[in-house]
């Protein structure tokens, strides 16, 4: 007779370490919410998955557990196949769900059910524009109910795929316009749907199935860009890390590229300099085969700023050098459509970063200032970027009045931004220039930026660098 007595999930156990069983549950609800997940995480929870009673999470506490340890799969983390467990046709109650459980309640975007990934499929798969993507952005006028009653699933194929590339666009339009502290909640539900859709495996052809691919690796990219640019870094490390992990799935070397273009630029701002070297070394080696010479100018900018975070002055100057000589090609129809914001003003602003990280403020302040000229008005949030830049380069060079008259030109637009990485770094130029004899002019500033409120709200206060 074969035993039906549970095997102990040992792996899982091990990935709690010292924590108590409550400690983890609460970590685990904290990583719910932090991805817009909800669940009733408690100890009796984690035992049940560590003595094996719970083979298989349902898809909720899947993505928890993924977001949790990035780079794992379910058997890494000691669950059986999906499918071993519970079949589809069967209909049995939810593994996880308690004994007493008859009858499963209705499914919503949140639910803790087992029917759940269907209801984050259906939200793209019976549409062919980006209607229901805007929605879940907060954008339409759709409610979780209405989702919920849409027909069941059908084959994924060109109006779904359609509304995943759509909904990475509209994420980089708003952000462009608004910056991102309003968005990255949002942005999360697209993101899960697209990623359901990968887990559904029901494309018709392989050219969709490699869209699919791009389309929810660009989302992660664009979803974690979110994450770092209101200050969520563990986040953005987090999404950026599923980017990857999604392009080396799909084979896919401009979203390799994409990811290690991202990766070290967050290891950047969060203090990791040969990290970030690291990355965009790895970036141009993906890079160099797609033709792509602005690709490989923005690559090389990523290595200067984290050979300046190093203090080598001369690995810098060279990244700089071939960054120029890559950006001097020109553009070409193989450059990536996300690339649509690396222009001059980029350029200049990525030098005035690294400048200011070796501490030259003045070549900084040249480099921002040319930056503020070239930008693109359509780019609003990194208008105020590269003037709160400019604010903090201009400060610490001593050229006080101009640093005041540029920091009034950030709070001008700060009701239409919002970016803690942008207050950050207004934060951090005030406070040099409160250190200073005040004229008038930074003592008007000054007193504006309180008046203002402009001071850092948003979960880091760390002064990061421009995109």
Not at 50 to 76: K, Q, T, W
Not at 227 to 232: K, L, N, T, V, Y
Not at 411 to 418: A, T
Not at 444 to 453: H, I, K, L, T
């Amino acid at each position: 007779m074969v035993s039906t007595r549970p095997v102990p999930n040992l792996a899982f156990r091990r990935l709690r370490g010292q924590r108590s069983a409550g400690e983890f549950a609460a970590a685990v609800r904290r990583a719910a919410r932090e991805i817009g997940e909800q669940v009733a995480c408690d100890a009796r929870y984690i035992g049940r998955v560590e003595s094996g009673e719970i083979r298989c999470p349902n898809y909720a506490y899947e993505r928890v557990f993924l977001h949790m340890f990035p780079g794992a799969g379910l058997a890494d983390l000691g669950f059986s196949a999906r499918e071993t467990v519970r079949g589809r046709g069967a209909r049995t109650p939810d593994a996880d769900a308690p004994a007493h459980r008859t009858t499963p309640p209705p499914p919503t975007l949140h639910s803790d059910t087992d029917e759940e990934s269907d209801v984050l499929r259906r939200m793209f798969m019976t549409s062919g524009t980006a209607t229901v993507a805007a929605a879940s952005l907060g954008l339409g006028g759709a409610s979780a109910a209405a989702l919920t009653s849409l027909p069941a699933q059908r084959r994924v194929g060109e109006a779904e795929v359609t509304a995943v590339e759509k909904a990475v666009r509209q994420i980089r339009l708003l952000d462009d316009r608004h910056g991102a502290d309003g968005l990255y909640r949002r942005a999360a539900q697209p993101l899960r749907a697209a990623y359901a859709l990968l887990d559904a495996g029901t494309t018709t052809r392989r050219a969709t199935a490699d869209r699919l691919h791009a389309g929810a690796g660009e989302l992660a990219i664009s979803v974690g860009w979110l994450a770092h640019d209101s200050g969520r870094f563990e986040d953005a490390r987090s999404h950026y890390a599923e980017a990857l992990a999604t392009a080396r799935l799909a084979g896919d070397a401009a979203l390799e590229a994409h990811a290690f273009c991202n990766a070290s630029f967050l290891a950047r701002d969060t203090g990791r300099p040969r990290e970030a070297v690291r990355a965009a070394e790895a970036g141009q080696r993906a890079a160099r085969p797609l033709g792509s010479p602005r690709l490989l100018a923005l690559l090389a900018l990523r290595e200067a700023g984290g050979r300046a975070g190093l203090g080598d002055r001369t690995g810098c100057d060279q990244a700089i050098g071939r960054a120029h000589a890559a950006f001097e090609r020109g553009a070409t129809v193989s450059d990536p459509e996300w690339m649509t914001f690396f222009r001059e003003a980029e350029m200049e602003m990525l030098q005035a970063q690294c400048w200011s990280a070796l501490g030259d403020w003045p070549r900084a302040a040249r480099h921002a200032r040319r930056a503020t000229r070239f930008q693109d008005p359509h780019f609003t949030r990194n208008l105020a970027l590269y003037r709160a830049q400019l604010t903090g380069d201009l400060a610490r060079a001593g050229i006080a009045d101009e640093a005041a008259a540029a920091g009034h030109a950030v709070l001008d637009l700060l009701d239409q931004v919002q970016s803690s990485r942008i207050r950050a770094m207004l934060a951090s130029a005030v406070r040099v220039l409160r250190a200073q004899s005040g004229s008038p002019a930074v003592t008007d500033f000054v007193s504006r930026y309180a008046e203002a409120g402009a001071a850092v709200t948003g979960p880091s206060a760390r002064p990061p660098a421009a995109r």
